[in-house]
């Protein structure tokens, strides 16, 4: 039961254009969601998080929407950099209590590709 | 550099066999979480420590066992080793024990268990 669904394996992309992630979820415990980055042959990378009280958060080229409704975050990179070329990973960590405990789902990842 | 540590970074073993994965978190990191990234699937949490004590539990076999120590650094025993353990080991610390706003978790460069 994969709770966490990105359902695009991968994206190609032009240089300087938007890139659109996306990222569905089932269980309505969840209300905190990251997005991580991940490189060949390194960890996953923190890039961005979103709780379930706002509907969008920026940072610098990167944007995250969440739709509560629809279970539904996206994130997007505007523009585009070929540095940017990676696996994003969809996560997310359930309201227990008021303490959200540290166990995080994530989705299957989408590879990015950015070509110059 | 997340500055989470593992070693070893690659470690080839027999089935049957058993081995320890280590983790040092980030300086003063207090939670530690072990993750299982295999070919098939995406990133599965395993079990996150805060503090030297078990604070959750994901879908980790029973003949996989973890601790943390004193100084903070964790440990991952994986026993009776199968082919299927193959995979990679994250290891990935946050500041606290995973409340909502602190739910950053910061990831090693993993080690890559092969079982022949």
């Known amino acids: 039961d994969q709770q966490v669904k990105q359902n695009s394996p991968s994206l190609s992309v032009q240089e300087g254009r938007i890139s659109i992630l996306n990222c569905d979820y089932t269980?309505?415990?969840?209300?905190?969601f990251l997005w991580y980055k991940k490189y060949p042959a390194e960890g996953p990378t923190f890039l961005i998080s979103?709780?379930?009280?706002?509907d969008k958060n920026e940072d610098g080229r990167f944007t995250v929407f969440l739709n509560k409704s629809a279970k539904h975050l996206s994130l997007h990179i505007v523009p585009s950099q070929p540095g940017d070329s990676a696996v994003y990973f969809c996560?997310?960590?359930?309201?227990?209590?008021?303490?959200?405990?540290?166990?995080?789902?994530f989705g299957q990842g989408t590879i990015l590709t950015v070509h110059p | 550099d997340s500055g989470v540590t593992q070693t070893p970074k690659h470690l080839i073993t027999a089935t049957g066999q058993r081995v320890t994965l280590r983790c040092s978190p980030r300086s003063g990191d207090l939670s530690v979480y072990w993750y299982q990234q295999s070919l098939d699937q995406g990133l599965q949490f395993l079990i996150q420590y805060y503090n030297g004590e078990e604070r959750a539990k994901g879908n980790i076999l029973e003949r996989f066992s973890a601790q943390q120590f004193p100084d903070l650094h964790s440990e991952l025993n994986l026993s009776s080793l199968e082919l299927g353990d193959s995979a990679l080991y994250f290891c990935a610390s946050s500041a606290r024990g995973g409340e909502r706003i602190y739910n950053e978790q910061f990831f090693g460069p993993g080690t890559r268990l092969t079982v022949l």
């Open positions: 996560a997310a960590a359930p309201n227990a209590g008021g303490t959200s405990y540290g166990k995080l789902t």
């Open positions: 269980n309505s415990m969840f209300d905190y």
């Open positions: 979103i709780s379930s009280i706002k």
